[in-house]
């Protein structure tokens, strides 16, 4: 690895924080490593270049281009110009299904593709550097609205030309058609989910946040996001486990249990499924 600074994950609060909105404005850093994130994260350039490894495909991105994806799979920034300075968003699922966009486009999003578009013009960095101050304002107030401005900016999209990046064939991700009130029952499930995801939760209380049966909430949550609910659930404690798994004193065990997980071997499991290591090596990996 060159002398350059660089971004080692796990070691930041995005993921112990999978579901507060965290907005930025700087000069991004090589990543060691592929990290995820229960947030969909966009990602404008301001200047330079930068370059992705995500899932399934690499993304090349300059000045003007903007992506939006899916960080709950693993994806990392392994090159960048030095010049490079880069604007954008994590946002939690709850934002993310209030935004009005073609169902096949968030169901794609949603399964690993990226959005990509150059449509973008010069009151794009001015209002990233304007959203990024109003949400670490402190001012809750500025901050909803940050969220709000965001939200609207991103429905654009679908008014101009993008890309869906992919490493599979567009058959083999097409959603079918998913209504509003669909959408609006996904966002009550993700309320309730991020209100209690530490806690022993199931289907059937997840269902009964939203009001609906819990095989049709199982149905329409795995349709919209290529999710079951529990993946969803354990994607949550997952990431909020990273953090607590960068302390110097933290106890893999505790860290289960504190994660809200049952057992350490189902701890474990998921973690190992989707991080592809054991949370101790996780751990260390982390701390050196």
């Known amino acids: 690895m060159p002398d350059r600074p660089f971004y080692q994950p796990g070691a930041s609060s995005v993921e112990g924080m999978p579901l507060m909105l965290q907005m930025f404005h700087t000069q991004p850093l090589v990543m060691l490593k592929p990290h995820w994130h229960a947030q969909v994260e966009v990602n404008f350039i301001v200047r330079g270049s930068v370059h992705y490894l995500m899932n399934d495909h690499e993304i090349a991105l300059t000045a003007g281009e903007m992506c939006l994806f899916w960080g709950g799979l693993p994806h990392q920034m392994d090159d960048l110009s030095d010049d490079a300075v880069y604007a954008g968003a994590h946002l939690p699922l709850v934002h993310f299904f209030r935004l009005h966009l073609p169902a096949d486009v968030r169901h794609r999003l949603m399964t690993g593709a990226t959005l990509v578009t150059s449509a973008t013009d010069q009151s794009d960095d001015h209002n990233f550097q304007r959203w990024n101050s109003y949400a670490r304002s402190g001012d809750a107030v500025k901050a909803e609205h940050a969220v709000n401005e965001l939200l609207l900016r991103l429905e654009r999209v679908r008014f101009e030309p993008y890309d869906l990046v992919s490493g599979a064939s567009t058959g083999q991700v097409a959603g ?4 509003q009130q669909s959408s609006r029952n996904v966002g009550r499930m ?9 806690y022993e939760i199931d289907c059937v209380d997840i269902a009964a946040a939203a009001e609906i049966h819990p095989k049709y909430a199982m149905s329409i949550f795995k349709k919209s996001t290529g999710m079951t609910l529990n993946e ?3 994607l ?4 909020y486990a990273q953090a607590l798994l960068m302390h110097e004193d933290a106890n893999v065990l ?7 997980f049952g057992s350490l071997s189902a ?5 190992r499924k989707l991080a592809g290591m054991s949370p101790k090596d996780f751990r260390r990996a982390g701390i050196r």
């Open 176 to 179: 079918g058609p998913f209504d």
């Open 190 to 198: 993700c309320d309730f989910i991020a209100e209690n995801f530490l």
């Open 232 to 234: 969803y659930v354990n």
């Open 236 to 239: 949550l404690r997952l990431s």
């Open 254 to 260: 505790r860290v289960a249990m504190d994660s809200g």
């Open 267 to 271: 701890f474990n499991k998921s973690f």
